[in-house]
């Protein structure tokens, strides 16, 4: 074998053992990236990012390829996330995280399902970037305080002050949700009151301060503004009843948590999910943008 089929070969060889490291840390890296973006979209395209790095990168000099990936994907997502906040200024009514299909990966690469459910990934667009990662790779990932520091490029006291930081915000924003059986049992009384357009019976599910985001991004006859209030939303869905004229509904997961395909003619018009507490139904969630639901699945 001459020198050039050696080096060729040990090259081979080489790619086979990235690939084969990429592939295993790839779910937590979409993970990160999904958690910290809100966009399944945007999180392949950043992980594709990662392995084109990963590929060029002197795979020599690293002695630990998950953590160097990990940094990688997690500092990538930073930078996304800020570019990502100033495209949504432009995005037409409420924005809503683009769901993804839980079922073949329920915790996306996670030691826990922490930070996926719809209402969690809305309450941290309200984190700044640092403190987004801070939190998920906390507390979804379970990350040691130092480990996060180095990812993040801060020292572990502030790393702990930003986790802290966002942990109360997300406590103080959100009450303690209801278990996934109460979720659903939540959302067929829903559905059922919202189909007859019942006022009453809509408002005894509805917390105090319920609101109603549709996420349609300038699709005709979805609402554009934010509805507040049990009265309120309870008196818009029964104004809306026209909608559920041929629409079919069937149950399904997304984002680790109970919702219900739309179907219009036989194809995929929606998602509806609920966001819940003691109190009651405190969102009602309508994401209806078709560019965002390439992964609602019509459940058989």
């Given amino acids: ?51 084109l790095r990963w590929q060029t990168y002197d795979r020599s000099k690293v002695a630990n390829p998950a953590a160097f990936l990990a940094t990688a994907a997690t500092r990538l997502a930073i930078n996304e996330l800020q570019s990502a906040r100033v495209r949504r200024e432009t995005y037409i009514g409420p ?49 040691s305080y130092a480990q996060i520091a180095d990812i993040v490029q801060s020292t572990e006291p502030a790393v702990r002050q930003l986790v802290s930081r966002a942990r109360k915000h997300m406590t103080r924003e959100r009450h303690t949700p209801v278990s996934a059986a109460a979720q659903r049992e939540l959302l067929t009384a829903f559905l059922d009151a919202a189909r007859t357009g019942e006022m009453a019976a809509l408002e005894k599910l509805f917390a105090a301060d319920v609101t109603s985001l549709a996420d349609g991004n300038g699709r005709h006859k979805v609402a554009r503004r934010v509805v507040v209030g049990a009265a309120w939303v309870a008196k818009f869905l029964a104004a809306m009843s026209w909608f559920w004229e041929g629409v079919e509904t069937r149950f399904t997961t997304m984002n680790g948590q109970p919702c219900v395909v739309l179907m219009v003619d036989g194809t995929v018009y929606g998602l509806l999910a609920i966001d819940a507490s003691a109190d009651g139904i405190e969102q009602v969630l309508w994401m209806v943008n078709p560019e965002k639901n390439a992964q609602v699945a019509v459940p058989v």
């Fill in 95 to 143: 924005w809503l995280p683009e769901p993804v299909d839980t079922g073949a990966d329920p915790y996306l690469g996670a030691e826990r399902g922490e930070a996926l459910e719809f209402a969690a990934l809305l309450l941290m667009e309200k984190l700044t970037p640092n403190e987004r990662a801070a939190y998920i790779l906390r507390e979804a990932f379970d990350y």
């Fill in 1 to 51: 074998m001459t020198d050039s089929e050696v080096d060729a070969e040990a090259a081979a060889t080489d790619l086979e053992q990235a690939v084969a490291v990429f592939a295993s840390v790839r779910p937590r890296l979409f993970g990160i990236a999904y958690r910290m973006l809100g966009s399944a979209t945007d999180a392949e395209d950043l992980v594709q990012e990662v392995w």
